[in-house]
């Protein structure tokens, strides 16, 4: 009887000797929390502007409640669907073509035995990953368009007639966008990869070597399996994020002949929130992409565990 009456005095002497040792580690979340809980979760009170009248003004508790009639106006607005469409469909190449570029890179690059060539080859890969959208686009321009470099050489060197539509027809500028994209994440993302093979163990690798397994098969069967966590982490942030865009980079890409795949939803909330001052319809078509996204994390979450990964939470 004296040894369980004393079970929950030694459980507070535990704890009360456990903050003694960690309260410092504690005292120093205090600010990062408030910085989050200041800057991130006190505004989030604004978003009630979406089921609200438009009125900066008086303070939004005061302000008219209008219902969902900010999202029947989305529904109703031909470029709100435009804007999902193109939001969708740059979000699955993406996903289609530039997840999977860094991975294949990084088993590429773990496959190369010149020290000095991986890091050279390395360096110059992430170093697009510095440039900004704004210089991306000035490439694209000088080096795609109707006088660019590389049409000047199709013309002038391999007989092509008219200058090939890389940043003028809508379909093609998706393809290049596409391929910027890639070519400026491709070495930084890369990175991260390589960073998990150097956790792969060893003696897996010599096991396979003792088995005659060649380099294609190591790849598949100890390499792959090794970061498929980081992968499926990577790949359900990717997912969480399908219906949100970069805007710096469709803007300054875009020009009047593609206008119509250059709209992607940040552009779309940009353009009517920002420049034309309807941020309750603004903020009701951000709240829309911020559920679906939730959404798509949470699915893809659950499929990762129900497939035997970990996930993400």
């Known amino acids: 009887m004296v040894k369980t009456k004393d079970r929950p005095r030694t459980r507070i002497s535990n704890w009360k000797s456990y903050w003694i040792r960690h309260w410092a ?49 989305a529904f109703e607005n031909v470029q709100f669907f435009q804007a999902v469409r193109n939001t969708l469909m740059f979000s699955a190449l993406d996903l289609i073509v530039g997840f ?24 110059i890969s992430y170093m697009p990953f510095f440039l900004s959208w704004v ?27 008219a200058p090939f539509p890389f940043i003028t027809s809508g379909y093609h500028w998706v393809g290049t966008n ?13 990175i991260i990869y390589l960073a998990a093979i150097t ?5 897996l690798y010599e096991a396979a070597d003792m088995d005659g397994a060649t380099r294609l098969r190591k790849m598949w069967h100890v390499t792959l399996p090794g970061i498929r966590p980081v992968i499926v982490i990577l790949f359900i942030l990717t997912i969480g994020q399908i219906m949100g865009a970069d805007m710096a980079r469709y803007l300054a890409m ?17 353009r009517w929130g920002i420049q034309g001052m309807q941020y309750h319809r603004a903020a009701a078509v951000g709240l829309m992409a911020s559920i679906i996204n939730l959404a798509f994390l949470f699915g893809a979450n659950m499929l990762a565990r129900k497939l035997g990964g970990r996930g993400l939470f």
Do not use: C, H
Request: hydrophobic share 55%.
């Open 199 to 203: 956790g792969v163990n060893t003696e």
């Open 135 to 161: 210089i991306v686009g000035g490439l694209s321009i000088r080096l795609l368009g109707p006088s660019g470099s590389v049409n000047n050489i199709l013309m002038n060197w391999f007989g092509l007639e």
């Open 100 to 123: 999977p570029a860094p991975i294949i890179l990084a088993l590429l690059l773990n496959e190369v035995k010149f020290k000095k060539f991986k890091k050279v080859t390395q360096t």
């Open 254 to 270: 875009e020009n009047l002949l593609v206008r119509d795949f250059s709209l992607v939803l940040p552009i779309f909330v940009f």
């Open 178 to 190: 596409v391929l910027f994209a890639v070519w400026r994440g491709l070495g930084w993302n890369t």
């Open 25 to 73: 580690l504690y005292a120093m979340l205090i600010l990062p929390i408030a910085f989050f809980f200041i800057f991130s979760y006190m505004p989030m009170v604004n978003i009630l502007i979406a089921f609200k009248r438009n009125n900066i003004i008086a303070p939004i508790m005061e302000v008219p409640w209008v219902g969902l009639d900010n999202f029947r106006w």
